[in-house]
């Protein structure tokens, strides 16, 4: 006989999902509706990876043009490059950390933030098991990687010295990237350890490295990933970034109560050169392990917390990074409010 077994948190994001697909014929109002399909372009941090999943599929699944959009996905080169990007008006939204975004905006406030994709910093501090970076006072005269200079790693470090009143001239820095790889240069000697994300922590975890891997978010606590714009394209542009909102939403909604992951993974990768699908199961490990950190932004819609961006805010001026500023409305609350009002 056949039974089958209803697990109650994917019953309930299922819910969700329906619940939101269904009141989008109300949001595709004005541009959208009378445009029809309106063509954006997103631009990634880093390349394909498949922790961006949430718009790569909201693309091939064809959830985007649901919600009136046809979005092109542009593979960015550092958190730099996004900030760099949406402030030229050559894409209408990107995603990034929330301190470079608070960089930039220190010095620009022409960008702002629309979302939160992951509410707590993503990256984490690596090293060998033999050699463990336990701290950041471990770190003094001793040569650490990062993903790109000064982008989000190379702020996040100055921030956890600051944190531990380490003089970040005595902390080399040589950039690595954001894979595995960069693993070997520990074991060579050449940098004492690197910080990257969580998946490059799994993925090295999966294949059985002698790693310690810790979260930034222990010392210096601050927005992980937002989606910004620039506050003149949310001003011309806010349905549509509220539409963009609410297909990530439901996209999320998708991958996170579905049993079968493959069938997802082999459409995106038939579009996209995602750089997991490299391993022999084409990233689904890691694309189980990114879902978990997905659930509290699709259960909060993707909201801000704004005591992360005060944590993070205070740091980075203890480090030296930004100057101090009145303005401080790093986040604005309207598409998302109109994406699920």
């Excluded at 490059?81 to 929330?98: D, E, K, P």
């Excluded at 509410?119 to 501090?125: L, S």
């Excluded at 090293?127 to 989000?152: C, H, N, R």
């Excluded at 956890?160 to 080399?172: F, G, N, Q, S, Y």
């Amino acid at each position: 006989m056949n039974t089958f077994t209803i697990d109650r948190r994917k019953f309930l994001i299922g819910a969700q999902a329906l619940g939101a697909s269904a009141l989008m014929p109300g949001l595709m109002t004005g541009a959208a509706r009378a445009q029809g399909v309106t063509d954006v372009t997103y631009l990634t941090p880093f390349g394909y990876l498949i922790s961006f999943i949430e718009t790569m599929y909201s693309d091939v699944g064809g959830i985007f043009e649901k919600h009136g959009l046809n979005v092109t996905i542009e593979g960015g080169r550092g958190s730099s490059m996004a900030v760099q990007q949406v402030t030229a008006g050559n894409a209408l939204i990107s995603r990034t950390g929330g301190t470079d975004l608070i960089k930039a905006y220190a010095t620009d406030p022409s960008i702002v933030a629309v979302g939160d994709i992951y509410q707590r910093d993503i990256f984490y501090v690596i090293s060998a098991q033999d050699a463990p970076i336990e701290k950041p006072e471990d770190m003094a005269g001793k040569t650490m990687g990062i993903v790109s200079a000064a982008g989000a790693t190379e702020n996040i470090l100055d921030m956890m010295l600051a944190a531990r009143d380490v003089t970040k001239d005595d902390v080399p820095r040589e950039v690595v990237g954001n894979a595995p790889a960069a693993f070997e240069l520990v074991k060579q000697g050449r940098i004492a350890g690197f910080i990257a994300t969580s998946d490059t922590v799994f993925q090295l975890q999966v294949d059985k490295q002698p790693v310690v891997a810790w979260s930034t978010d222990e010392v210096a606590p601050c927005p992980g990933q937002v989606y910004m714009t620039s506050k003149k394209q949310l001003a011309e542009s806010g349905e549509q970034i509220a539409a963009f909102l609410a297909s990530v939403h439901e996209t999320l909604g998708i991958l996170l109560s579905s049993d079968d992951l493959a069938p997802i993974i082999d459409q995106v990768t038939a579009k996209y050169d995602v750089f997991e699908a490299n391993r022999p199961d084409k990233g689904l490990a890691v694309l189980k392990h990114t879902l978990a950190k997905y659930e509290a932004p699709y259960a909060d819609k993707l909201a801000s917390n704004e005591e992360s961006w005060k944590s993070a805010y205070a740091l980075m001026l203890k480090a030296g990074l930004i100057q101090e500023t009145a303005d401080q409305n790093f986040h604005d609350d309207t598409a998302r409010q109109l994406a699920f009002s």
